[in-house]
Structures are given as C-alpha cells and as structure tokens.
C-alpha cells in the first residue's frame, strides 16, 4: 500500500503527449508518420563501418580529378573510375557504390566524427546516440553474441569513444570497445574466465553470492537489483559461451587470410568484424586507421600513396571477398567513409586540409545496391554539382537496408524528440534511391 | 499489482466516514472586478488525521444578500452588483464563510487576443509542445508553446509565417490563417473543425464557442486589442492545493489563479488547460483531478501562457495504528507530516551497523575499518551518532570526498587541448582549498563566474586553448548554481519552459567579452576585453561584440527579467552577474537540492539540475526552509551537511515496511544507491588490502606516463583524466567534458568485469593482500569470514551466514581457492555495491 513511484522521465514525456494529443492516445510524431512507408523487411542484418579517421582526400580516391596527383583509373564497372591508388577495390567496384556528393557539419575531427557518426552536431545539452547504437537498438542482438562492437579502442583518449557510444539510449546499446587485435597476445578483456578460476570454482562462486547475498536481498529492495541480476546472467553465459569465445577468438582464423586483409591494426579489426558479423554481431566499427591516419596535412600525396591507400586497398577487397564467400555479403552493409574530405587545393606543407563541404564515400552490401555512383562534385573537388547527400540520407538507405523504419524519432530524456537519420536543416534524410 | 485485492477489501469494509473536524472556503476572501465576473470556490473539510478533502460537491450555499451575486452549481459565483457579499458554506455538518467584494461590473472588458484567442489555442492544445507549439511548429504553422509569445502568435495566424532556427527572416510566401473576406473559410476554422485534412484531428465542432469566438473576431477584423501592461498581464499562475491527496475515486478541483502584473488576481481555472502526468493514478477532467491507482502524478496546468503544477496523491485507506516518529530537525517534519497525509508509513531508524557504513561512504567516501566497526557497534554512548558525524567531518578523507564530488560538478580536468597541466592543477586546487577551508558557497559561485586573470577558476573558461563560446558558459554557470537547462534557449525559446531565446543571449552577453593573453600557447590570462579598444592582443581586434543569432542585434548584458546591466568598458561585467546570482532565490535552491540528492540518491527536484514548473518539487516548503536555512548560515555547507545527515529522514532504516515498499520519492526508508565508481573501487582496494596503481596516459600523448603517488585513492586523483583505468569507465567515471551524469545504472560491462575483470581477480590472488595475511597468519574460518563481513559490510556475520560459508569452504577440496572465491562474492554482491 505504498504510493507507487513516478516512473523516472514520465514526467517530461507524458507532459507532451498531454499537451498535444493525450486524448487520442497517440504521440503527434507517430501519428504523422502513420502516413510513412512502413519498409519492407531489409535483407540486412548487420553493418561493418570500416571507419577511416582522419579524412581521406576525396580527389586521391573515390573522386579522382585533374588536382590530383593522381590518375584516374576505370574499374570493372562501365564508366566508373577511381583513383589509380585504389586498383584492387576498382576490380570490385560493382559490389560497392560511391557517393560523390557528401555534404557534412563540422570542420574539425571532434565535430566532424560526432556529425558522421551520430548525424548530429555537437550540442552540450545533448548525447546523441550513434549509427551503431541506433541499428543495435532497433535489431537487437543476435546468437548471444555483443550486438555492437568497435575494434581497436582508442588507447588513451576517451573523446572519440564516447561518440561512438549510446548517448542517451543507454548502457545496453554502447559498443563493447575492445583492444587492438593485431598486437601480439590480443585478449578481449573480461570476456573470458582469469586462467586462475576453473570451472567448477564458477559454481562454486554462484553459491558464495547466493550466501553472501542473500541476507542483504531479503530485506532490501534494490531497484536496479534485478536489472544487474539480468546482465550478471547474461554474462556468466557469455564467458561460458563458446560461440562468443569462437567470435572473438582470431587465432582460428587462417593465416593466409589474415594476410590478405592485412596483418596491421585495420586489417586485422576488420577480419575480426568479419568473424563477429557471422556470429551474429549487428554493428562494427573497424577503426584500425587511429590517430588521425588520413588526416593528412602535410605530405598528402606521400600519405595516400605509400601509407594510406594500400592498406585500404588491400584491406577492403579482402572483406568483399570474404563476405561474398562466405553468403555474408547479402546480408552485410558495408560502410567506408571518414569524418570529412579534404581540400582541393594543396597547401604549403603540400597537404590537404579538411573540407567536410563536398566529399566522398563508399558503401554496398546488405541489399544496397554496388556499382553505382551517386552525385558529382566540380572539376576540382570542391563543391557539389549534383545531387547533395546528407549523413541522414545515408544512415536512411542503411535503415532501409535493414527494414528499419528510417523516419523514426527517439524521444531523450526531456522529451525532445530526436530523429535517427538526421538530415540537413532539421529534415529528415531520405534512402538514396539510385541504392536501394 | 499484489496490492490491488487488499485495497478493494479495505474500501468494501471502510464505509462511514468520520465527519470533519473543520470546514473553510478557499479563497475565504476575493475581489471580483468587471461585468460577468466569476469565482470558483472551494469547500474543504479538514479530518482528525491530518487529511483534507473537497467536499464542495455537497455544499448547500446560502449568499448574505443574493442581489450582489449569484451561485452557481459546483461552487461558482457569480458577480450581479458591485459590493460585499459573504457567502456561508455548509457541509458535513459544519459552516464556513468566505467574503467575496464586486466592483466595477459596470466595466466590460476589453477583448485581448492573447487571452480570449491565445486562451482558446491553449485549451483546444493547438499550442502544445507536441503540436504546433513545437521548436519549428507543425505543418507550416508554429505557435508559441502555451500561447507564450500572443505577438509572434498574432503575426502566424494573421499573417503567416516561415520559421528558421537561426534568422528572424521569412523565407518563401505567407499563408495567412484567416480570411477576413470569408471567415467561415478561415483556415484556422477549417482545421480546428476537421473540415479539411488536419494531422492534429478535429478540435472543436462548427458552431461551438470556441468557433463562434474566432468566427466573430475574424469577422471582426481580428484585432490584437490592448498591448500587455500592468493591468492585463499575467505574471503568476497558482494552483491550490499545491498537493492534492485523495482516496480511490475521490476527487477534487484545482482552483486556477492569475496573478496581475498590477498584484491583482483573478480565478482563471475556466480557461486553463489541466493534464495529468500519470493517467493510471489520477485523470482530469476541466479542472476536477479524480483518483485513480495507488501512486503520485502531477497535473499541469497551463493557462496566460504561463505553467504551474500540482502533486497527486493517492493512497490507501487509513491506517489504524499510524505512530510518528520523533523528529531530529526540521526536515523530518516536513517529510513525516507529508507521508503522514499519505498514509505511508516511515520504516524505523537504521542499525548501528547501517548507519556506520553509509554515514562514512556519504561523508568521506570510504569504508570504516573493522576496528573503528567493532567500537562503534560496542560503544552505548547515546551520542555517538552525532559525535561519529562530527569526527567524520574533520578527516583529511572528508575532504578528499567533497573535493572530488565538486571536482565533478566543476569539471576539473586536463582534456586533450594543449593547456599547461600546472593551470588545471591550479583549478584543482582552488576547489580543494574551498572544500578544506569550508568557503562559503556564494563566495566560491562568485569566485568561479566572476574569474579573472591566471588563477585556479578562470581556467574552466578555455574548454581547450580558445576561450569557450559565451553561450555555452552561460549555460553551465546557470546549470551549476541555478539548478537551470537554459540550452534549449541557446537556439530556440525553451519549448516547455519559459525560457526565452532573449534572456538567453542576454545572459550570455555577459561573458561576451571574456578574452585571453599571452602567447605561450599553455598559459593565458583571462580578462574581459573592453569594446571599444584594441589591446595588443592577437586573438581579438577590437570587434568583441555579441550578436543574436536570429535577430543580428547586438547584444547587451541582461539578467532574466530584461535589466540591462551594462557597466564601463573596463568594469568586468560577471562581477555584477555573480553578485545578482548569488543573492537570486533560485541559487540557494539550486545548491541545496544538488547537496540533497548526494544524500538521498534524488533531489527534491529531480533530475537536480532541471528545475521546472514542469518538474516540480516533492517537498517544496522543505526545499524553500532548507534554502533559507543555508542563506541564514552564510552558505556554509558544513552547515549544510550536517543538518540533512542529523535529520531522522536520513538516519531511516533501508527496510521497507510492507505499507512503504513502492514509495520511491517521499523518503520513507533509504534508498540503496550503487556506489560511484571511484568509491567501490577503493573500497575493493581497501577491504583486499591491495590498493589500485594508477598510470598516467594522457590522450594521444603516450611519452606522459607515469605513476600516481602509491597509494593514491581513486577519489583523491585530481586530474582522473591523466589516469587510463578501465574500472572506472566502465563503472560510470565521467569524462568531465561536459557536465557529468552518473546513471549509476547496471549494465553488461560491469558484470563481466565483475566475473572476469581484473580489479576483481588479481586483487584477490595478490601475495600482499589480506587474505593472503590472514592465510599466512593461520587464521581460522570463522575469523577470516568475520574480519571480511567487517571489512566489506561493516557489520558481523550471521550465524546462519558463517556456517553456511564454513559448509561451503569445507566441501570444496581447496580451502585457499575456497577463501578466494568467498572474498570474490563479497565484493560482488549487491550489500557490498550498494550504499544503503
């Protein structure tokens, strides 16, 4: 006979639809979706995002140009050419497709990698959850398997990490962000038992909590009591399980193999996201290029040429290859893409700086369509000419891949509702057509 | 849902009411002005157990002269003649009176748009925050949310609009939503009818007032009527009662009041929106509340484009025995008076062993050692509840504590961005230095916003090594010591709150001119740039103007309610912001409800930083004494401190009684808390014996590594940015790069880091570790389970508890890996996470 709680953030959320259309039982936003195409079941059912940081020079890869060093090369699909740094990936250029007109927000790499990966500028009053979140949340994990994953963490800084994260959606959609796989003795921490606790020691410390515990749970009520309850479950069963040791565990993977993907950090984080997405992982972030890799201010052409495009270009065929062998291809977006451009012009140092105004990216797979271009840019690179295509456009045709309703909107906390594919101006991004 | 059958029974069985005690009339004295007047009143009846109840549904009136007035049913009455009329309530057996004074009702009033087509706008919910009321409106048409702006209204709807986030200009062509040719064609009309297509449905019907109303002012000409003056705005809205308790199927009316800018008021509750917060514990329909569930809501009012809010209660039938508690201070007869008139009852005091162990988290963050435990459990000094709390006060732990929970709040950080370590070191330092020398907190707000040169608090103006943008300083200075959200204004008026961009900025404008010097590219001097005159520096050639972003006008420094406040060129205009802020109601309010929930694990107002009259206080005359108890002291939050920890309503038991299981937010027993990260993980230290090392890795600088001090708590790092530990970030440390949130909510890393993580095994299988001690010294099961249950729990074991632990170590074949795995599921379980 207690007064029974309010229920945390009711408050806020019911006010709104209180003040709008309590009485007819529905929330406005919903009841103008209504008219919204509900999408078709997707064939999607997860996503690699093999994250380049830094920014890779438009014009030096998916755009080539007469400002580039380099030439343009055709690929194995009629009328598409890339750069010739690229030479592996053009012999499969029909699997992917190239948007030649990103048009993006924020200038410098901590606004720029929030924007693309959230949609969203940054605002402090404000967590906005990632791509990765969103698609976790809306599909749900699979196989028992991390639904959401991002390879190698940031080794120091924790900025980055936490845009890659949950914002206000919460702890069970955040990425498990786990260490660099190609360094010698890679673990993933606390995802399996310490060597010194055998098996039957687990039982033998379930029974100790049941004791240690139990005094204290019978006279207290913890409200978040059962919702640890439920992940200490959920994770006795994944350090048990053998499917999710297997889908982390790298070294069954061949060595030939590894080779062709790479046997440097991106290489190998996008192997592993390979390996993760067949046991049943939704989302990985592949983010082998840290510390800025593409960022590319000095001694741009020397970047890509030598250090940046090969590894790109050995690493991304290899994940075509493996997902179309594999079945996987089908039923896995692939998306290739930093957090900006750069510039068309070369400064001093002989780099490109940032230019999130026009810029490029790649992606296919999951049902999207390949072999196809979306978009133009002028003749150096620098301003759209066609076709402008917003972050919210793409996470939208992603969506779409995935049968994830794309107009949909989060309510936060306060009540603000927050679209999931946010496009420019507040609008809500549209599935590119010429894709899905 | 196990309670719904008792509670059906007990009503059954309740029957006859116990008359009233007393009866009044609320208002008992009103002033109606102008023809048509009308007031509602209400007929409360007040009971033997503290509760009230409407009884104006029953009431027979009798007027002293029926020529002046009218009654109306339900209590409304009605002005005929100006002059005094008494009129006598009788109910229950009881009377009582209320005089109500006529005037002027020879005077018609002027039609207002904002009142008599803002009103409609608002109660139809044309203009709520879900509808058109929205940031950018609905379908082309925005209004202001509650009809807050009537001028920006008036200009939609008679003229059309387009609406940008980021310029005051309109863009493409205007849709009026009138016809001033064919009213009946109005679109406004044509919508709100459902006669065409409209996303929001039908509002009202073809014919009704509300259509005639609009109709006529259309046809009218659709006049703005009088400007807002003195005389006709609304400054206040007021609910009585600001609590509303009722049974199962009780009800009540919300008496609706505006308060004149002139000090005159008037009974709005015909023209207000209600809505309820939680439908399934009480509905509204005009202004009558009726109960639903056991629970607690609120109803939100809104009415003059202004918002208030009461509380709901239902709650069960009486209770036949209800004993009070002593009261220890002022805040338990605040909080047991109110449980009293919910009829929930309070658990006991805590045990010894509780109250020690959550005391000393909640005073100094760390667990009481075994010895300290055995003594105070054996002492019977009446007083050492109140002694242990002043001991604890005076530790170098305590201070340590309340540095790092202000360390949070203030954001003491080094952050990827190039500044010189020394200046946030300095920062650091000041907060330290404020905690140890318990520095009154107005001195310490003002030493903060008002900060000026190379000193420990300017450095919190350089998010990294560029002067942060004044909107969002602003911002977090109100968000800080205002317990206010202002950002949503930073674009756009607040869309539930009154907030509007214009005060946003106006505030901001303060900090406009907030500039630095010097070239180290580390170290810099912040000082306020004057406009006019060019200084030498680099970064600012004399142009430090602010400007709206949706008007382009400059900006000038403006505190909330439009003073300008603009000084010389040279004076530091923060000086006069902190000054105002400190003294302002809403700072002490602010600071007391954050120091609450420290305590509590929710604030009066919850979340404690959004203060709304859409959020409103559980306890709000406790919130206004504990304010101005803490002005009284001089800000001294010692003070503070020491009054919310002697209060009974803290030093309650965490058991729940059956009748107070649910109870979330009246603090009828403790709450566990899940300790922060920094917390249990010097506990873990603490009750193993092996501290935690922490390493220094500044982000992408990886030549900085180091070690802390050995021994460094978590709690005592200051610069927690420069030490990697996977613990506490997956515990919930925050970043501190924008204000922090800690959810202190489970999730799956915790508890595979708890199962398999290394804080947990190697603490346990280290040689220097207590246990190992214990093994070492021979120690017997029983005393290795008790120094543990001291260490962790801060009390003994059962009997039932020892033996069966001693059972378990016995059938395990490895009596050390047996000791392990016990000491593991010590500080795994829920007793040893949790302060409670």
């Known amino acids: 006979m207690g007064v029974k709680p309010m229920q945390e953030g009711s408050c806020r959320r019911d006010f709104l639809k209180a003040g709008s259309l309590g009485f007819l039982g529905i929330h406005l936003s919903q009841f103008l979706r209504a008219a919204a195409a509900t999408p078709a079941k997707g064939k999607a059912q997860s996503c690699i995002l093999l994250w380049l940081e830094g920014g890779p020079s438009q014009v030096d890869t998916w755009d080539p140009k007469p400002n580039s060093a380099f030439k343009p090369i055709s690929t194995n699909v009629p009328g598409i050419q890339i750069s010739e740094l690229l030479p592996n990936t053009a012999k499969r250029m029909d699997k992917l497709s190239i948007v030649r007109s990103m048009h993006t927000m924020g200038s410098d790499h901590p606004q720029g990698t929030h924007y693309a990966i959230t949609g969203h500028e940054v605002n402090p009053a404000m967590h906005f959850p990632s791509l990765g979140s969103i698609i976790s949340k809306e599909m749900g994990p699979r196989n028992g398997v991390p639904a959401h994953v991002l390879v190698p963490q940031w080794e120091k800084s924790r900025q980055y990490e936490e845009y890659f994260r949950s914002g206000f959606l919460g702890p069970e959609v955040d990425p498990m962000a786990i260490p660099d796989p190609s360094k010698d003795g890679f673990q993933v921490p606390d995802l399996s038992l310490p060597k010194s606790v055998s098996l039957p020691a687990v039982e033998n410390r379930k029974a100790f909590l049941k004791v240690v515990d139990n005094h204290y749970r019978a006279a207290y009520e913890g409200v978040e009591h059962a919702n640890m309850d ?11 399980n053998p499917a999710v040791q297997n889908a982390f565990d790298l070294s069954k993977e061949p060595d030939k193999l590894k080779e062709r993907y790479g046997k440097d950090a991106f290489g190998q984080s996008t192997l592993l996201a390979r390996r993760l997405v067949e046991s049943g992982t ?10 800025n890799s593409w960022d590319t201010h000095a001694k741009n052409d020397e970047g890509h040429r030598d250090r940046l495009c090969p590894v790109l270009d050995r690493t991304l065929p290899a994940l075509l290859d493996d997902l179309e062998a594999r079945g996987l291809l089908e039923s896995t977006v692939v998306l290739a893409m930093g ?29 999207i369509k390949g072999g196809r271009v979306v978009g133009s840019s002028d003749e150096t690179g620098a301003r759209i000419t066609s076709r402008a295509i917003s972050m919210g456009d793409v996470f939208a045709t992603i969506y779409k891949a995935f049968g994830i309703d794309w107009t949909k909107e989060y309510d936060t906390p306060i009540g603000r509702p927050i679209k999931i594919a946010n496009s420019l101006e507040d609008t809500t991004g549209e599935p590119i057509a010429e894709l899905s | 849902m196990k309670w719904m059958l008792p509670i059906f029974l007990t009503v059954a069985a309740f029957g006859a009411d116990p008359p009233p005690v ?19 009143l209400l007929v409360i009846g007040t009971y033997a157990d503290g509760g009230e109840r409407d009884l104006t549904g029953e009431t027979v009136w009798k007027l002293s002269d029926p020529v002046l007035a009218a009654m109306e049913p339900g209590g409304r009455l009605v002005a005929r003649t100006n002059g005094a009329v008494i009129a006598t309530a009788a109910a229950a057996g009881r009377t009582a009176v209320a005089t109500l004074h006529i005037q002027a009702v020879e005077a018609v009033r002027e039609f207002q748009f904002s009142r008599d087509i803002g009103g409609i706008l608002t109660q139809k919910g044309c203009n709520g925050s879900g509808c058109h009321g929205t940031v950018k409106g609905r379908g082309g048409f925005k209004l202001s949310p509650g009809g807050r702006t009537p001028k920006d209204d008036y200009e939609w709807i008679v003229k059309g609009g387009g609406y940008q986030v980021l310029t005051a200009e309109v863009k493409g062509p205007r849709t009026p939503r009138i016809d001033g040719k064919e009213p009946p064609k109005s679109l406004i009309l044509q919508k709100a009818t459902g006669s065409i297509a409209h996303g929001g449905g039908r509002r009202f019907a073809i014919g009704s007032a509300e259509y005639q109303a609009i109709l006529q002012w259309v046809a009218a000409g659709a006049p703005y009527g009088p400007e807002e003056g003195r005389e006709n705005r609304v400054t206040a809205l007021e609910v009585f009662p600001r609590v509303v308790t009722l049974e199962r199927n009780q009800e009540h009316r919300l008496l609706i009041t505006a308060r004149f800018a002139d000090g005159r008021t008037e009974d709005f509750s015909g023209q207000a929106l209600c809505a309820v917060n939680d439908q399934s514990v009480a509905t509204v329909s005009g202004c009558t509340v009726k109960a639903g569930r056991l629970g607690e809501t609120s109803v939100l009012v809104r009415a003059a484009g202004l918002a208030a809010s009461a509380t709901v209660g239902v709650i069960g039938p009486p209770l036949a025995a209800y004993s009070d508690p002593p009261r220890s201070n002022f805040i338990d007869g605040f909080v047991f008076d109110k449980l009293r008139r919910l009829r929930i009852p309070p658990s006991s005091l805590s045990s010894d062993q509780e109250f020690l162990r959550r005391i000393c988290l909640d005073l100094t963050g760390t667990l009481p050692p075994p010895e300290r435990t055995r003594q105070f459990l054996a002492s019977d000094d009446p007083a050492k509840r109140g002694n242990l709390i002043e001991t604890l006060m005076s530790t170098p732990e305590f201070v340590d504590y309340w540095t790092y929970r202000f360390d949070d709040l203030f954001r ?4 990827p961005n190039g500044i010189n370590v020394k200046w946030s070191q300095m920062y650091a330092e000041w907060v330290r230095d404020s905690i140890a020398s318990n520095k009154p907190y107005d001195q310490m707000a003002r030493e903060r916003i008002a900060a000026q040169g190379y000193d420990g608090p300017t450095r919190h103006y350089l998010p990294y090594d560029v002067i942060g943008p004044a909107g969002e300083t602003m911002a977090e200075e109100m968000r800080v010591f205002f317990g206010r959200r202002l950002d949503c204004a930073q674009c756009h008026n607040h869309p539930y709150e009154a907030w509007s961009q214009d005060q946003f900025w106006g505030l901001a404008a303060f900090f406009g001119r907030v500039s630095k010097m010097g070239d180290t590219g580390a170290e810099y001097v912040v000082f306020d740039h004057p406009t006019n005159e060019a200084m030498g520096n680099g970064d600012v050639n004399g142009s430090i103007k602010l400007f709206h972003p949706r008007t382009k006008a400059e900006l000038k420094p403006a505190l909330l309610d439009g003073t300008v406040l603009q000084g010389s060129d040279r004076e530091n205009p923060r000086k006069a912001l902190a000054d105002w802020m400190v003294k302002h109601p809403y700072f002490a309010e602010a600071a007391v409800n954050r120091m609450w929930s420290n305590f509590f694990g929710r604030g009066l107002v919850d979340p404690v930083d959004d203060f709304r009259s859409t959020n409103p206080s559980t306890h709000p005359e406790l919130l206004d004494r504990l304010a101005a108890d803490f002005r009284e002291h001089g800000h001294d939050l010692r003070h503070l401190i020491r009054t919310i ?19 979330r937010t009246n603090y009828s027993h403790a709450m566990p808390r899940a300790l922060d990260a920094e917390v249990i993980l010097d506990a873990i230290g603490t009750v193993t014996g092996v501290p935690e090392t922490f390493t220094t890795g500044v982000a992408d600088t990886p030549k900085a590594t180091g070690q802390a001090p050995a021994g460094t708590r978590a709690i005592a790092l200051r610069q927690p940015d420069l030490f990697y530990s996977r613990f506490l970030d997956i515990y919930g440390r925050p970043n501190r790069l924008t204000l922090p949130e800690r959810s202190g909510k489970a999730n799956l890393n915790e508890a595979l880091h708890m199962l398999a993580g290394a804080a947990y095994q190697d603490k346990l299988a280290a040689p220097e570790g207590i246990l190992r001690r214990l093994w070492n010294e021979g120690r017997t099961n029983d005393e290795v389970i008790e120094q543990f249950y001291l260490a962790a729990y801060s009390r003994f074991p059962e009997m039932a508890e020892s033996k069966a632990i001693r059972d378990l170590i016995a059938s395990n074949g490895n009596r050390e890996e047996a000791l392990r795995d016990f000491v593991w599921a010590l500080l795994c379980s829920r007793e040893f996470s949790e302060n409670h």
């Open chain 1, 282 to 291: 939704r989302f990985v972030t592949a983010a082998g290029f840290h510390s």
């Open chain 2, 22 to 40: 007393s009866i009044r009339v609320e208002p008992k004295e009103a002033s109606l002005r102008g023809s048509g007047a009308s007031q509602q």
């Open chain 2, 645 to 663: 920890v002697s209060s009974r309503t803290y030093q309650l038991t965490g058991r729940p009684l059956e009748g107070n299981r649910d109870d």
């Open chain 1, 339 to 367: 957090e900006f451009g750069r510039t068309p012009f070369v400064n001093p140092d002989l780099g490109r700086d940032h230019w999130p105004t026009c810029w490029s990216l790649a992606l296919g797979g999951g049902g």
């Open chain 2, 412 to 415: 003491v950080g080094v952050f």
């Open chain 1, 230 to 240: 439920g992940f200490t479950a959920q994770a006795w069963k994944m350090l048990l």
